[in-house]
């Protein structure tokens, strides 16, 4: 189950990046980012045991990405 996810746009370039947090039902948050262009590349960010931790790693890579130029542009 999706509990977090956000999609971000750079000024200068086309493909999008969606940041994404699921609940998996064995247990454990999935953390994923995904590249959105003419193909979906997905990356995992990491598995945690607890909510908290893995919606603060996605917060760190919206962060990151902030510095990249990137910009919030609504739920994915």
Known sequence: MEIYA???A???QASR???RVF????GGFL???EWVGTATVVKTL???DARQPALE???ARASELARQRFAPVGRA
């Open 6 to 8: 956000e999609e971000f």
């Open 10 to 12: 750079h000024p200068t």
């Open 17 to 19: 990046v969606r940041l």
């Open 23 to 26: 609940q998996q039902p064995e």
């Open 31 to 33: 953390v994923t980012e």
């Open 46 to 48: 990491g598995l945690f």
């Open 57 to 59: 790693k996605a917060a």
